[in-house]
């Protein structure tokens, strides 16, 4: 089963989390559609193509091959087609019309691609970074959702 962590974020709020990444970790992003396969990397969260797109978080640390795929829409974007079997964490935005982002391991497909005791260690340490760094949490529907600094300071401003 896959490992996941609601949380609401803002672009503020992304960029801390970007530092976090960069201070701890050999991290390479990607967003998950791009015109070219040189533009599905990126750098900063808030620097994809398509406002809903979802962020792969790579720690280059777990050896993966990248493969890459058109789509077959009109535009025929970019996308890495072997991410249900990689070490990556996938991060979805928070939007204020979709409701919270979240972060999200798919352990379940990872056994025999990579080391996934380690793997879980990573993961865990992001986790722990958003619970650590929390600001609050409300629970909806049996599940917390965790709100970094920025993102409950706009809620709490605007109840």
């Not at 193509?49 to 280059?60: E, H």
């Amino acid at each position: 089963m896959g490992r996941q962590l609601q949380i609401c974020t803002t672009e503020l709020d992304n960029r801390n989390f970007t530092e976090y990444l960069r201070a701890n970790f050999k991290c390479k992003i990607y967003q998950s559609f791009a015109p070219t396969k040189e533009k599905l990397q990126i750098q900063e969260f808030d620097k994809t193509f398509y406002p809903f797109n979802r962020i792969y978080i790579w720690n280059t640390d777990f050896h993966w091959e990248l493969e890459f795929a058109q789509d077959r829409t009109e535009k025929k974007n970019f996308y890495i087609s072997n991410k249900f079997y990689a070490p990556i964490i996938e991060f979805s935005k928070s939007h204020p019309k979709n409701g919270n982002g979240r972060i999200y391991w798919g352990k379940q497909n990872s056994e025999g691609f990579y080391d996934t005791e380690s793997f879980e260690q990573f993961y865990n340490s992001i986790r722990k970074w958003f619970l650590n760094n929390s600001a609050g949490k409300i629970k909806q529907s049996g599940t917390n959702t965790y709100f970094l600094e920025d993102a409950w300071n706009k809620r709490t401003n605007s109840v």
